[in-house]
């Protein structure tokens, strides 16, 4: 089939061995959980770097040192491999479940499943471990340990995931907060997008988001408002990016060779960003002049990757399959909103100078000391918070209006207990 035909097919369905591949829920490929490690340490590799004073790391050689400063410095990168991955991964398993049998509905029938059975998958799977961290910090701060309490607003909006909606609350509980309502209202979009999508042609309407992102990143500039760089349209590009990508892969299955070729390029695109784009100063991102072709290159080079590896078996997918990596990749979630208070808090204990005490901090004394601290706390919140509360989606939920659906061992019901427990402490203690 040309590429041509490919891309304008309408409203298609991805052949067996897609729906094999993709599966939904259960048939994941583990070497994209794998993927998850490196996003997630790779954000933990430039706030490790920050707290240690920004130095200058090198790397020696057999007749010269490599400055390996871009490497740390553009450690958010991981955040885009996280936003392109949720949207690859999500439209996946959208696909799978499409292509085993509609269900009845206007919705569900395009989208494979309902809107509120999606959503509370999605509420399970990264809120408990969400609240264990706000729970855990709201603690502290409440006795004058670390930051400063939240104000009432400020919690009632991180407990729904929409702090972002209140500029000066978007990193006031947890610096790396910041990124979770992108994440959380992509998912309240996801199953329109995919609908969506099924009836267009995937390079335009990846276009048609790439203009949303970059006309709202021109408007951000010439009117010196940062407030819109706070919002999904800034960032939606990246989740639609993975969308494209994934519905390129249900159709067209790369073979061994092309697809590490593709893994190849793509991996060396994104390693190579920080030297390409090494110029520009730290702070801005993306919200820059260069907001055109910074992402476009970034999200060609994430697609890349990601279409390489969930392909036909090659040695890049067993670089990432292998059981540390994914067992990384599981608690990657964890380690992603865990690791700044973690890496601050053994400063306080005396395990590294704290930051800006003028006293110099060793690079690799922060790392060896933190990301095993990261990794061990992480781990703890996975198996607490996380697996558990993923265990009961899977095992589904009681019929609306049922008396099952309202006793305390639904995990919805905890959910709302716990957020209303987390208020009135907060509300007790001011």
Not at 288 to 315: K, N, T, Y
């Amino acid at each position: 089939m040309s590429l041509s035909r490919l891309l304008t097919r309408d409203d298609s369905r991805p052949r067996a061995d897609s729906v094999a591949r993709a599966g939904g829920d259960s048939a994941h490929i583990d070497a994209l959980t794998g993927v998850r490690a490196l996003a997630a340490l790779w954000v933990v590799l430039v706030h490790a770097w920050i707290i240690a004073g920004r130095p200058t790391p090198m790397l020696p050689l057999v007749f010269t040192r490599f400055d390996l400063t871009p490497i740390f410095r553009f450690g958010w990168l991981g955040v885009d491999l996280f936003f392109v991955l949720s949207g690859f991964l999500l439209t996946r398993q959208a696909w799978g479940k499409v292509a085993r049998g509609a269900p009845s509905g206007w919705l569900s029938s395009r989208f494979g499943e309902g809107y509120l059975s999606f959503l509370r998958r999605r509420v399970l799977r990264v809120y408990p471990a969400y609240y264990a961290t706000i729970s855990i910090l709201l603690v502290l701060a409440l006795l004058h340990i670390y930051r400063d309490p939240p104000e009432k607003a400020d919690l009632l909006l991180h407990l729904a995931m929409l702090h972002n909606l209140v500029e000066r609350y978007i990193e006031t509980i947890n610096g790396v907060f910041w990124s979770i309502p992108f994440e959380w209202q992509f998912y309240l979009v996801f199953p329109l997008l995919f609908v969506a999508l099924r009836k267009a042609n995937p390079f335009m309407f990846y276009v048609a988001f790439a203009l949303l992102a970059l006309g709202t990143k021109e408007w951000v500039i010439t009117s010196g408002n940062g407030y819109m760089q706070l919002q999904l349209p800034i960032r939606l590009d990246a989740f639609v990016a993975g969308m494209c990508a994934a519905t390129f892969a249900e159709h067209r299955r790369l073979q061994r060779w092309p697809a590490f070729a593709a893994f190849m390029l793509g991996l060396a695109g994104l390693f190579a960003t920080p030297w390409i784009y090494s110029a520009y100063p730290l702070g801005i991102h993306y919200f820059d002049a260069v907001g055109l072709s910074r992402p476009l290159w970034i999200q060609a080079s994430i697609c890349l990757f990601l279409l390489g590896i969930s392909a036909e078996p090659h040695p890049g997918v067993r670089l990432f399959s292998n059981r540390s990596t994914v067992w990384l990749g599981l608690i990657s979630y964890s380690i992603y909103l865990v690791h700044v208070p973690v890496l601050d808090f053994l400063a306080l204990l005396g395990a590294y100078p704290i930051r800006d005490s003028g006293v110099p901090i060793s690079l690799m004394r922060v790392i060896l000391i933190g990301v095993p601290a990261v990794i061990a706390v992480s781990a703890l919140f996975y198996y607490l918070f996380e697996r558990p509360f993923q265990a009961s989606s899977k095992r589904g939920s009681a019929r609306p209006g049922s008396a099952s659906g309202l006793r305390l061992r639904n995990p919805m019901v905890i959910l709302g207990i716990w957020a209303a427990v987390l208020f009135a402490f907060l509300v007790a203690m001011t």
